[in-house]
Structures are given as structure tokens and as C-alpha cells.
């Protein structure tokens, strides 16, 4: 095994060359008269053994990543129980959200529900209310479907101001996961849909249940009954044994830990869709069953948590854009806060109401930048300035906050969380 | 009926099954159980299952929840929405308290349990007198303040102006100012190891309480 009592001459060799690397424009590494110590003398690890197969029947993430782990804001709820945490998409790439850093949000906590004491109710506006198990479940025809899950409230604490400084605070409320599962309309076929059928309600099997109402129309259409992300079962704090995967539409929809779905003709106006996930305008009238999850885009890197380390010359600059109304075909960049754009280079498979990675490759010259991003989504819908939905909805709407976003680069390379003219 | 029985998977729910998990209320009383609850009562049971988070008038204590207050506050600053300031529909309160709450302990409650704590909140936001007795028969009678103050999603007309594929792409704007700066609100947790201390939880009031979903 590897000596971890203290540090050895090449431990050291290697922590000044870091160091070093971190700070030099030069490329290729340290400079130094003989050569790069981390090339010229053996290392540890090219002469010992690493570890065996045995070590890690299953595996986290090496321990120079400890930072990219999901992070929780004391003061946003009363509790740690019904509260929120984010995702780290400050240093993530590509568009799928590893699970074990994806954001949770619970109401009462994350409950533990094995496969065993897991059941499934269909009732309500059926020809045969149905118990199924979650062995059942399994032996339904399969579909695998990448979405994004973003929570309603993503952004909202944004309305008012810049507030939270990092793209994990301010748009970490989002992962996107590879589904395996079975469309909802098969369970309610089973069960056989009535006449006078035009809604359904679907709960969880916690303490706050999370019961929302979701028009018929929309339940035979995408929704999904999902066991598995990105390949393997779900995490206990995204709903395992089973949860309802809702494309495009808000969060709070995709309930977990499903346990039961009601076929009604009317929705039942849950406190989850009159107390909570309505959107209050100036007015003082509030919107209900703001569904869909609008176009957004946000730059991830550059970002306050994200800074410029390597000093001018060529940058990435990188950042996720999604809909919950169709796919992004572009999303454009500015470097100026707005006054000149780029089309940035859309990379990867364009899929429906899924995140995309986007990139513009630009030479930094070191002098501060204004970055922001705004998507297009394939209905033409264009992601708005803050300002913009602040003059439709006011300031207290709390959630579907999908404002473009600036970041102020100082020379420096560190970023911060701006609002601009 | 549409392709009952296409796989033969599940079996029949039972009525005692149905019964269990089928608790949900929904606006014009379906749902509800037989069964009242007095203001006398509702007082005694929430000061005993519910005050020390809400409130003994249900006004809330420190973050939780205010269930009572804030009428006439929904297109103020800060508005403060309630039970009595902003729920549209009775059922809600007592299908949620029913269901969810007390929150560490929730279906704990018996119906007439229920009844009496939904009333003691009515009186707690002055839809009621302290004589006042809810009940099944009555629930539908109660008049919520802001039952009208809801739209169905309106973006796709009131916000049409954001379909404009063609914005602009130079010579934008004159100039950029910054107007708004998170540093010097310095509210956002510290990583660990950096010489900043961690965030003071000042600004809970100034922040919108986040409403999120996983």
C-alpha cells in the first residue's frame, strides 16, 4: 500500500511542481534547468503497486475531488429535513449529473423504502384499482430517456438581487440522469382509464407525500415510472425505489418514493400546487400550474466558485443550457455583458428536454469580461434578462427564475456574481 | 375502458387498501370524513401538537411556517402568504394537516382532530368567531379570502415577446454598469479552509424562502 505516514521526497517534488504549474504561464508544466522533476526522476507511482481490485467494491470519487460534492445554505429553511441542497455544476462537465453529488430536495427527510415493502396503487377513475410490487414493475417493456430535473425554485433566491455567489448556489437545484423505466401509461392502461378520466394525483410514500395533480393528457404522454438512473437503482434521496420522472415540467412534479396514483376528473389543489409552486406577480394575483420549466443557460465555468487560474491566453469557456419545452439548438455568449454575442459550439447529442454542454474557445487577454449565455430552445423561445421577467412578474414569484446570468471576471481571474445595466 | 388487463401484472386493490392511502380532499369537499372540530377544541390540540413551531396563534416562531397574518399583503414587497392570506381553498389545510402534519409525527391526527385545528386556524386569521364549530356539513361554507387570486399559467401569452429568435447579436448597448454585486452581500457559504467566516444568517428575511423540489 501506499505510505501516507508523511510526506516523501517525491510527495514533496510533486507538490512544489503543482504549485508551481498552478502559477506559470509557461506550458508543458514547471520550468526548471534539468527538466520537469515530475518527468526527470521515477515517481511512486510508476515504481510501487497501486491498489488491488479488491480495495473498492464500490468506488468514490478520488480525494483531490472533495470539493465537488453537493453543498447546503443554512439559512435558506428552517430545517436540514424539508430543505434543499445543490449540485456542483460549477466543476462538472459533459450534461449527465453524477448521483452521488445530485441535488436532493425532501420535505420530510429521505426515507429508506426497500423493494420489498415498496407497493404501487393505481385508483380512482379505473376499470380495476391495481396493487402492483416492484417486481411487477420490472416485468413491464422498458424505455431509457435522459431528462433534466430541475427544481422550481432553481434560481429564485436570485429574484431579488444577486445573492449567492457561485453557479452552484444560483443553478444547482438541476441534475440530469439517463432513466430506465416504464411509461406511466402503461400502469394506467393496465388499470383501464374511465370515461370522465382528466387528471391524475400522484403521491409519495413519505411523511409529506408531495401529492401533485398533472393533467391526463400529459400522463400519457412522457412521464415515466423510473427505477433506475444512469444505470444503476436510485439513490435513496431521489425516491429508490421508484419515482415519477415529469419531462420538462418543474421538480417538485418528479414525486418520489411514488406510492400511489389517482385517476380524478378534477385536480385535488394540494398544497403543493396552491401554498407552494404558485407564482405570485405584482399584482398580487398568482399564477398556478406554471408547469413547464422555460429555457436557461448558465456558464459554469468561468464562475465564483470556477476562477481563471492559468492567466490570459486560451480559455474555455463552458456551460449547460435546457428546456423543458423541446431541445437547444443554440445558445449564444457574450464576453462584454451584452453588447456583442457568439454563437458558442452546442457539443454532444441533442436530446429533448435534457441538459447540453456548450463551449466557446476564446484567447483571455486578461482584461475583465461581463460572461453571460443565453439559450434558444427549438419552439424559438429565447432565455430573457432578469430584467425582462421582473417587468411581466414583479419580484415575488420565487420561482421559475430562468434569467440570464452575469459573471464579472476580474483581471485577476476571479469571478463574482453580478447584476449589470 | 382502454386495454385493461394488457399484461396481467398487479392484482386488485382492496377496499380497506384504497381506504388507507385515499385520504386526499380536494376543493368541493370530496374526500372529507365525517367528523367536527370546535375553535375551544382546535386551541388545546394545536397549542399541544402544533405551537411550538407555529406559534400559539399560529404566527409562527422563527422560521417555520406563519399559518395566520398577512391579509391584504400579496402585491407588497414582501409579502406574507398564510392560510388566511393566500390559500385558496379550505380542502388544502385540511387534507395537508391531515396527511403531513405534525411535521416528526404526521397521520397522528383523528378527523375530529383535524376539524378542531383547521378551525382554530380560521379563527387565528379571523374567518371565524371563537364559537365556531367546522365540520363536514359546514366546510364548504367557509369563505377563503384569496380563493380568487389565482390564474392558470399565462406565459405563453403574457410573455410572447420572449419567442424572438432574432435578438440582437452587436452594438446591443452603450454601456454596462454593475448594479448589483453578491460579494457585498456576503451571504453564500465558505469552503472550507478559506479565511472567510462562514456566512451570518442575516439576510433570511431579506431571501426568498426557497421553495424547491427534487
Known amino acids: ?421 | 375502458p382502454a386495454l385493461a388487463g394488457k399484461y396481467g401484472l398487479g392484482r386488485p386493490a382492496t377496499p380497506d387498501e384504497i381506504a388507507a392511502w385515499n385520504k386526499d380532499v380536494r376543493p368541493d369537499g370530496t374526500g372529507l370524513p365525517e367528523g367536527s372540530g370546535s375553535v375551544e377544541d382546535g386551541e388545546m390540540i394545536f397549542a399541544e401538537n402544533c405551537a411550538v413551531c407555529h406559534g400559539d396563534f399560529a404566527e409562527g416562531v422563527g422560521n417555520w411556517p406563519k399559518l395566520a397574518g398577512g391579509q391584504d399583503t400579496l402585491d407588497h414587497q414582501d409579502p406574507l402568504k398564510t392560510v388566511g392570506s393566500y390559500w385558496p381553498y379550505l380542502s388544502t389545510t385540511w387534507d395537508y394537516v391531515n396527511r403531513s402534519m405534525p411535521f416528526g409525527n404526521a397521520q397522528t391526527l383523528s378527523p375530529d382532530e383535524v376539524y378542531a385545528i383547521v378551525a382554530y386556524i380560521l379563527y387565528s386569521n379571523d374567518l371565524v368567531d371563537d364559537e365556531f364549530v367546522l365540520s363536514k356539513e359546514n366546510f364548504l361554507e367557509v369563505e377563503m379570502p384569496n380563493a380568487d387570486g389565482f390564474i392558470i399559467d399565462d406565459r405563453l401569452e403574457a410573455e410572447a415577446h420572449f419567442w424572438n429568435p432574432e435578438p440582437c447579436m452587436e452594438n446591443c448597448k452603450e454601456s454596462v454598469e454593475i448594479t448589483m454585486r453578491a460579494a457585498v452581500l456576503d451571504v453564500t457559504p465558505q469552503e472550507e479552509g478559506t479565511e472567510e467566516a462562514a456566512a451570518e444568517p442575516a439576510a433570511t428575511e431579506e431571501a426568498a424562502p426557497v421553495e424547491a423540489a427534487a
Open chain 1, 1 to 421: 500500500m501506499t505510505d501516507k505516514s508523511g510526506p516523501s521526497t517525491t510527495r514533496r517534488g510533486f507538490m512544489k511542481a503543482g504549485l508551481a504549474a498552478g502559477g506559470a504561464v509557461a506550458a508543458g508544466g514547471a520550468a526548471h534547468a534539468a527538466g520537469d522533476p515530475l518527468i526527470t526522476e521515477v515517481q511512486e507511482w510508476a515504481s510501487i503497486t497501486g491498489e488491488g481490485v479488491d480495495a473498492t467494491p464500490y468506488g468514490l470519487p478520488i480525494r483531490f475531488e472533495s470539493d465537488v460534492v453537493r453543498r447546503n445554505v443554512e439559512w435558506l429553511t428552517a430545517d436540514t429535513i424539508s430543505s434543499i441542497n445543490f449540485t456542483p455544476i460549477h466543476a462538472l462537465d459533459g450534461t449527465i449529473t453524477p448521483q452521488g453529488c445530485a441535488f436532493e430536495r425532501h420535505h420530510s427527510g429521505a426515507i429508506e423504502l426497500s423493494k420489498d415493502d415498496y407497493r404501487l396503487m393505481i385508483n380512482g377513475l379505473v376499470d380495476t384499482p391495481l396493487v402492483f410490487t416492484y417486481e411487477d414493475l420490472e416485468r413491464f417493456p422498458r424505455e431509457n430517456r435522459v431528462y433534466f430535473c430541475e427544481c422550481a425554485a432553481n434560481t429564485g433566491m436570485e429574484w431579488a438581487g444577486a445573492q449567492l455567489n457561485g453557479a452552484q448556489f444560483t443553478h444547482g437545484m438541476i441534475h440530469n440522469m439517463e432513466y430506465t423505466g416504464i411509461p406511466l401509461r402503461t400502469i394506467l392502461e393496465e388499470a383501464g382509464i374511465q370515461a370522465g378520466a382528466k387528471w391524475i394525483y400522484v403521491e409519495g410514500a413519505d411523511a409529506s407525500s408531495n401529492g401533485r395533480s398533472i393533467p391526463l393528457e400529459k400522463a400519457l404522454d412522457d412521464v415515466m415510472i423510473a427505477f433506475k438512473a444512469n444505470g444503476e437503482a436510485l439513490r435513496k434521496e431521489h425516491g429508490y425505489p421508484v419515482r415519477l420522472v415529469v419531462p420538462g415540467w418543474e421538480g417538485n412534479m418528479w414525486v418520489k418514493w411514488l406510492r400511489r396514483v389517482e385517476v380524478t376528473d378534477a385536480p385535488v389543489e394540494s398544497r403543493e400546487e396552491t401554498s407552494k409552486y404558485t407564482d405570485t406577480l405584482a399584482d398580487g394575483t398568482s399564477r398556478k400550474w406554471t408547469w413547464e420549466m422555460d429555457a436557461k443557460s448558465v456558464i459554469t465555468s468561468p464562475s465564483p466558485q470556477s476562477p481563471i487560474k492559468h492567466g490570459p491566453g486560451p480559455l474555455v469557456i463552458t456551460g449547460l443550457a435546457w428546456s423543458g419545452r423541446g431541445t437547444i439548438p443554440r445558445v449564444d455568449v457574450t464576453t462584454d455583458g451584452g453588447k456583442t454575442w457568439h454563437k458558442a459550439r452546442m457539443d454532444g447529442v441533442s436530446l429533448n428536454k435534457a441538459l447540453h454542454r456548450f463551449y466557446l474557445e476564446i484567447e483571455w487577454d486578461g482584461s475583465e469580461m461581463f460572461l453571460q449565455s443565453r439559450a434558444h430552445d427549438s419552439t424559438g423561445y429565447v432565455q430573457p434578462t432578469k430584467a425582462q421577467l421582473r417587468e411581466v412578474r414583479g419580484l415575488n414569484s420565487i420561482y421559475h427564475n430562468n434569467c440570464i446570468q452575469t459573471w464579472w471576471v476580474k483581471s485577476n481571474g476571479e469571478a463574482e456574481n453580478v447584476e449589470i445595466s
